[in-house]
C-alpha cells in the first residue's frame, strides 16, 4: 500500500487512481488543467516502474480529448509504448431533482445469496460481455471479480448486481459511489444478455440505476459508453443526461 500512497502523492489533484490490484492501475484525467500533462511527463517513468514493481498486468491513462495538451499528453503516452485501447463519451446527470421510486425490474445483489451467487453472476457478466458494441476486454472473468473487489473493496457484494423480469435473468450491473466522493454515483459496468437486447429494455433499466444510486446516497451521476456504442448513448439522453466529455484509454502492458 505504500506504493499506492506514493503514486496518490504525485497525482495532485490533475488524476484520480483507480486501484485494481492485482491486475491493474487505471489514472482517470479528472479535468482540464494543463498541469495534467506536467504531472505525466515529470512522473510517468515512476508510474510505470510501480506497475512493475507490483507486478500488475497493465497501468492504463484515460485522457480527455477536449483539452488544449491531448495530443502533447497522447503523443507521450505512445512514446512511452502505451496503445489505444478505447474511445467512450462520458454523460452526466443531477440526481438531487430526480424521484426515485420504485424500480420497474427485481434486482438482487451478492447480499442476497441464496438468489444470486458469486459463480452465477460472473457467468451472467460474461454472457453480458459476448458480442457488446463495447472495446473488448483484456481480463478474465476472475480477474474481473478482484478488480470489483479492489475498487470497492467495502461494497462489491452490495453493488454486483443482476436484473430480472418474471425470475429471469436479463442483465448485471454494478452501481456504486465512486471511491474517494460522498456522492458520486457511477456504474462499474451495465450489460445485458445477447437475447434481451433489442426489446426496448435498456432505457427502463438503465432508469432503475439511477433510482439505486440515489438511494445510496448520490446527488448526481457519471457514465460512461463507447464511441461506437450510440444506442446505449440514445439511453442516456432519454434519461436525462447530457454530453460532458469524449475520453481514450491508453494501456500499457508488462
Given at each position: 500500500?505504500n506504493?499506492?500512497?506514493?503514486?496518490?502523492?504525485?497525482?495532485?489533484?490533475?488524476?484520480?487512481?483507480l486501484?485494481?490490484?492485482?491486475?491493474?492501475l487505471?489514472f482517470?484525467?479528472?479535468?482540464?488543467?494543463?498541469?495534467?500533462?506536467?504531472?505525466?511527463?515529470q512522473?510517468?517513468?515512476?508510474?510505470?516502474?510501480?506497475?512493475?514493481?507490483?507486478?500488475v498486468?497493465?497501468?492504463?491513462?484515460?485522457?480527455?480529448?477536449?483539452s488544449?495538451y491531448?495530443?502533447?499528453?497522447?503523443d507521450l503516452?505512445?512514446q512511452?509504448?502505451f496503445?489505444?485501447?478505447?474511445?467512450?463519451?462520458?454523460?452526466?446527470?443531477?440526481?438531487?431533482?430526480?424521484?426515485?421510486?420504485?424500480?420497474?425490474?427485481?434486482?438482487?445483489?451478492l447480499?442476497?445469496?441464496?438468489?444470486?451467487s458469486?459463480?452465477m453472476?460472473?457467468?451472467?457478466?460474461?454472457?453480458c460481455?459476448s458480442?457488446?458494441d463495447?472495446?473488448?476486454?483484456?481480463?478474465?472473468?476472475?480477474?474481473?471479480m478482484?478488480?470489483?473487489?479492489?475498487?470497492?473493496?467495502?461494497?462489491?457484494?452490495?453493488?454486483?448486481?443482476?436484473?430480472?423480469?418474471?425470475?429471469?435473468?436479463?442483465g448485471?450491473a454494478i452501481?456504486?459511489?465512486?471511491?474517494?466522493t460522498?456522492?458520486?454515483?457511477?456504474?462499474?459496468?451495465?450489460?445485458?444478455?445477447?437475447?434481451?437486447?433489442?426489446?426496448?429494455?435498456?432505457?427502463?433499466?438503465h432508469?432503475d440505476?439511477?433510482?439505486?444510486?440515489?438511494?445510496?446516497g448520490?446527488?448526481?451521476?457519471?457514465?460512461?459508453?463507447?464511441?461506437?456504442?450510440?444506442?446505449?448513448?440514445?439511453?442516456f439522453?432519454?434519461?436525462?443526461?447530457?454530453f460532458?466529455k469524449?475520453?481514450?484509454?491508453?494501456?500499457?502492458?508488462?
Amino acid at each position: 500500500m505504500n506504493g499506492i500512497k506514493s503514486i496518490q502523492s504525485r497525482l495532485e489533484k490533475s488524476f484520480r487512481l483507480l486501484n485494481g490490484l492485482p491486475d491493474y492501475l487505471s489514472f482517470e484525467e479528472m479535468g482540464l488543467d494543463p498541469e495534467s500533462f506536467n504531472v505525466v511527463k515529470q512522473h510517468l517513468q515512476t508510474f510505470i516502474n510501480a506497475g512493475k514493481k507490483m507486478n500488475v498486468r497493465r497501468i492504463s491513462f484515460i485522457i480527455n480529448q477536449d483539452s488544449s495538451y491531448y495530443q502533447a499528453l497522447r503523443d507521450l503516452l505512445i512514446q512511452s509504448n502505451f496503445n489505444l485501447f478505447s474511445s467512450k463519451v462520458v454523460m452526466c446527470r443531477g440526481l438531487s431533482d430526480y424521484a426515485a421510486e420504485g424500480t420497474k425490474y427485481r434486482w438482487h445483489s451478492l447480499e442476497d445469496e441464496a438468489v444470486l451467487s458469486e459463480a452465477m453472476f460472473k457467468d451472467l457478466w460474461k454472457k453480458c460481455m459476448s458480442g457488446s458494441d463495447n472495446a473488448k476486454s483484456s481480463l478474465s472473468m476472475d480477474e474481473h471479480m478482484e478488480s470489483v473487489k479492489s475498487e470497492l473493496p467495502t461494497s462489491w457484494r452490495k453493488s454486483c448486481s443482476a436484473v430480472f423480469e418474471n425470475n429471469r435473468p436479463l442483465g448485471i450491473a454494478i452501481p456504486h459511489i465512486e471511491p474517494g466522493t460522498d456522492n458520486e454515483g457511477r456504474l462499474f459496468y451495465f450489460g445485458l444478455l445477447s437475447e434481451e437486447r433489442g426489446k426496448g429494455k435498456s432505457a427502463d433499466i438503465h432508469k432503475d440505476f439511477l433510482t439505486l444510486l440515489k438511494r445510496m446516497g448520490a446527488q448526481f451521476y457519471i457514465g460512461s459508453t463507447g464511441q461506437a456504442n450510440e444506442k446505449m448513448q440514445k439511453v442516456f439522453l432519454k434519461n436525462g443526461c447530457r454530453f460532458a466529455k469524449t475520453t481514450e484509454s491508453y494501456y500499457y502492458y508488462y
